[in-house]
């Protein structure tokens, strides 16, 4: 069996399971309300962020990239950004990496011969630099658990500085802004760094 038939079968058989357990549920599911939250995670996806907040289909919007980027570049991530405020108008946006992330450990080994890897952890890449006499006496597991933390909040900052967030802060509206690590040895999630609308302009240009 092909990996193409396989994952067929798995669509089929997960229908059955759910029309069993629940007659409607798709069509419940089709009549799903606005989500509450926007994701922002890893291509890496050891584990569905809906098993890690216990959370039903249609609660969270969801946009991935290597290393947890947010970039004015990525119009992907903007478009989705600028949807989920302005339309969804989400009461929170999550930033959250993990123990094991590849972008993360790519960086930490000093991994640069693939072109577009590197470009695209370009800021990724600075950051472990410009910081490098903190992670000279760490191992690798804390090398890259330091940097996942750093990133965090580096991408935090990011997104409090779009002008789709000043405007919704200025209005006095959400989203509120969490920057969450996950533990993926452990299973552990913790808060690193959050902001929300009590933040203005300049108070965000101070932290960053």
Not at 43 to 54: A, G, K, T, W
Not at 112 to 128: E, I, N, Q, S
Not at 184 to 200: D, R, T, V
Request: hydrophobic share 40%; net charge negative; charged share 25%.
């Amino acid at each position: 069996m092909t990996s193409k038939e396989k994952m067929f079968l798995e669509s089929k058989a997960w229908v059955l399971e759910k029309l069993s357990l629940d007659k409607t549920y798709f069509d419940r599911l089709s009549g799903m309300h606005a989500p509450n939250i926007l994701w922002i995670g890893s291509i890496d996806n050891l584990v569905s962020f809906r098993e890690i907040i216990n959370a039903d289909p249609g609660d969270v919007l969801v946009y991935r990239n290597m290393g947890v980027q947010v970039r004015g570049d990525d119009i992907s991530l903007m478009a989705t950004i600028q949807d989920a405020v302005e339309i969804s108008k989400v009461e929170y946006i999550v930033v959250c990496g993990y123990s094991h992330c590849s972008g993360i450990q790519d960086v930490v080994l000093g991994n640069d011969d693939r072109p577009y890897v590197k470009r695209w952890l370009g800021d990724l890449h600075d950051l472990y630099e410009n910081r490098s006499d903190e992670f000279q006496d760490m191992d690798f597991e804390q090398r890259t658990k330091r940097l996942c933390e750093l990133n965090i909040r580096a991408q935090i900052i990011k997104l409090s500085q779009l002008d789709v967030i000043q405007k919704a802060w200025e209005k006095g509206n959400d989203p509120i802004l969490l920057g969450w690590y996950f533990d993926l040895n452990i299973g552990a999630l913790k808060e690193i760094f959050s902001m929300e609308s009590n933040y203005k302009l300049k108070q965000v240009a101070s932290v960053a």
